[in-house]
């Protein structure tokens, strides 16, 4: 297990210390869960696991260009971010929500089908809402930014 919680915080691109910062666990524990000194319990090591997760904010900063075009293959366009995400105030406990405007065609399964491909594809939990349905004051509306 020490190699794997070292090459899965590795490939999230975090330091021992930003992976405390994120996960609450003291540096020297995970230095030592690491070289195998000590052995995480499976609690510990979803903590761990889940605090290396990338924010909502980060994964699309990584793949911005991608959640559009897949949203296009969807039929899903003017993609937009609202929530936490939105406001800069996620964690890496957020889900990213993001609103979209849906072609005539398009149905709820599509929509549902895209959410999940979203998730595949950003590595945190999406929400997706489409905005023909909202009023034109709808907070939503109102708080959304441009992904």
């Known amino acids: 297990m020490s190699e794997t919680l070292r090459e899965l915080r590795e490939r999230a691109g975090l330091s021992q210390s930003q992976l405390a910062l994120r996960s ?8 030592a869960y690491e ?23 980060e994964a699309l900063e990584q793949h911005r260009d991608e959640l559009k075009a ?20 996620d964690t890496t ?30 590595g945190v939990p999406v929400d997706v809402v489409t905005d023909g349905g909202l009023p034109a004051d709808h907070p939503i509306l109102r708080a959304a930014v441009a992904a």
């Open 93 to 122: 406990q957020s889900d990213l929500d993001i609103l979209v405007t849906r072609s005539p065609h398009v149905g709820l399964l599509t929509i549902a089908e895209f959410a999940f491909a979203a998730e595949e594809l950003l």
């Open 35 to 57: 070289s195998g000194r000590r052995n995480p319990s499976a609690a510990m090591v979803g903590r761990l696991r889940s605090a290396m997760r990338p924010s909502p904010h």
């Open 24 to 31: 609450g666990v003291a540096q020297p524990n995970i230095a």
């Open 70 to 89: 897949l949203a296009a293959d969807y039929g899903l366009s003017n993609v937009r971010v609202f929530g936490s995400a939105g406001r800069g105030t």
